[in-house]
């Protein structure tokens, strides 16, 4: 057990707006064989996503701001290389929230082992098989009560949750999934790779105009990952008694202008609607039944996927504001080399 | 059974912002004696309340537009004075919807017979113990979920579903009533009277402010009359898991702009708050629960209530104008005269 370097990603000062390479440090760390109890971790894949935009404020929120200083913390999977602690052999895969690194060492309890299935790759446990997906999954059964049947409307469809939504949706017997993408690429991807029954740019022309165009019945279910004219357009076709889940609202994150509400809340009342925001953390206790539903859809090779690729830790920074900006389709990974 | 002559208060045309006296027309109609099945009452009590500004537009809602030249349908109550039906003699006491006029002759299968119970005046049906009681009551409870001990704020807390929402909120166990008034003597009266554990007047500074500094532990539910700035501070107030019921916009009911929405709708994320609207068409399964409630509470003494009445059919126009400019305490009415 040699000593061994860690490049880390940490917060230098609070971004105003969309951050800035200036906003984060890499700091290096050289760690000593673990002590008793510990194990040092190489990680393969490092998780960037929007929720840590908001953990850069300083403001009161479900999870506690970054302080200055700290690493980003976030999910990755790796493997253990080094251990002090009998629960985690060397080589034992893990999942964790020590975030911008590309090697941890800490408590053995900080890790949790993760079983790995042939030819599905440890990446998935950040997506598909991990936060990502529940987060799709609990907002369609748990917030929105989607119900056989229903015409379901996702906003940033091709995004890591997009596109686990769209596909737990039909799986769920959703009547017609609507999706909202930025590219013409994405918007095709939807129809043919994730079985979405219609998309449509939102770059292109009003959002409200183009979904009622795309659910001409109306919509009962909107799982929002964008906000702003989204939702508006999202209450202007509402069906009666239609759910609403608010999962993320992308558009606000990086802006330093007061947002703007939606003019048409009143459709609220007079439609008897429901809007519930969410976010995963309450929601772990539905981690088992979703493992065993995603898992059964996988091993039925019902699941497509998509992984955006950036390589290095040293790129973290630029990862996290590409997905930002939408330039990734399906899930934005930090990949760590050897 | 003589021949009656009724005053009917009608849409002429649909109004644009404010309404105004020319968008209504008064016509009278001579009955003749009642046909068989039919009862002629004469109204004591006629209601005007702020859902039937919605009806007055051409525009899909819960309800269907009043059509032109259709008399402002809306409860009334009164007493039947001729009757050509066994199961409605004369001298009933009737609640119905035949709105705004001073004597109606129908079919008996429009009317609906009321227990009058001694020293409860009639008017009660079109308030505390009727469709007014009833919104209070499922906004707190099926849409709230209002839970013993929550801190719960109501907006346009002193008029007819204001007055009775803070009530029937502390009688189920809230811990803290705020509510928000237009005047002085409204804001006394929520504290006096009421049972209201804070009130402000929401002309005397901004919102947002006022509650802050009246929930200073944060509000766990809402219950909205007013929309707007109301719901703003609201949002900003509310505490992680909060519940918001939306009832009425006020606000919004007369405006000819397209009203601007909240800034900080953000907040439904990151706290995981659920906002619902609601009508009470859609929760008269909940009437016999909430009038044996109300009819305890009532028959304890624990219930206070307003009335503001104004006299004559001729003036239910105005009557209606000055309640949507909260003129009222309590329950405003229109008081049929012999």
């Given at each position: ?12 000062r ?13 700091v290096?760390v050289?760690?000593?064989a ?18 840590m ?6 403001v009161?929120?479900?999870?506690p ?12 999977v ?20 020590h975030g ?13 082992a ?5 030819g ?11 936060m ?13 009560g989607m119900?056989?049947?229903?015409t379901?409307?996702?906003?940033g469809?091709?995004?890591a ?12 017997g ?7 993408a930025g590219?013409?690429?994405?918007v ?5 790779k ?21 659910a ?21 076709s ?24 939606p003019?048409?809340?009143a459709n ?10 969410f976010t ?8 088992p ?6 898992s ?10 998509d ?5 290095g830790i040293?790129?973290?920074v630029?990862a ?8 990734n ?6 990949r760590?080399g050897?």
């Open positions: 057990m040699n000593n061994e370097r860690s490049t880390q990603i940490r917060l230098a609070r971004p105003v707006g969309w951050p800035v390479h200036e906003d984060f440090e890499t290096t050289d760690y000593d673990p002590a008793a109890g510990e194990v040092r971790v190489r990680n393969e894949f490092v998780s960037v996503d929007p929720y935009r908001g953990r850069m404020n300083d009161r929120s479900y999870v701001p970054y302080q200055l200083g700290d690493v980003i913390a976030g999910a990755a790796g493997r253990v290389v080094a251990s002090a602690a009998d629960a985690l052999p060397v080589g034992t895969a893990v999942l964790h929230q911008w690194t590309d090697v941890i060492q800490a408590d053995a309890a900080k890790f949790r993760i079983e790995e299935v042939p599905l790759p440890l990446s998935l446990r950040l997506h598909m098989l991990g990502t997906g529940l987060t799709a999954y609990v907002g369609l059964t748990t917030i929105a119900r056989a049947g229903d379901v409307f996702i906003s469809a091709a995004g949750v997009g596109t686990a939504a769209g596909q737990i949706a039909k799986l769920l959703a009547g017609r999934v609507i999706g909202s590219s013409p690429e994405k095709a991807l939807l129809t043919d994730y079985g979405y029954d219609a998309a449509f740019n939102y770059k292109e022309g009003a959002v409200r105009k183009q979904l009622a165009n795309a001409p019945d109306g919509v009962d279910v909107f799982f929002d990952n964008v906000g702003g004219d989204h939702l508006e357009a999202a209450l202007a509402m069906n009666d008694g239609g759910r609403l889940a608010l999962c993320g609202a992308i558009t606000a994150y990086n802006t330093t202008e007061r947002p703007v509400g003019t048409n809340l609220m009342i007079t439609r008897s609607l429901s809007m519930q925001g995963i953390g309450s929601h772990w206790d539905k981690l039944e979703f493992t065993e539903q995603m059964g859809w996988f091993g039925a090779g019902k699941i497509a996927y992984e955006t690729i950036v390589d040293d790129n973290s630029d996290f504001l590409a997905m930002m900006r939408g330039a389709t399906g899930k934005m990974l930090v760590i050897e």
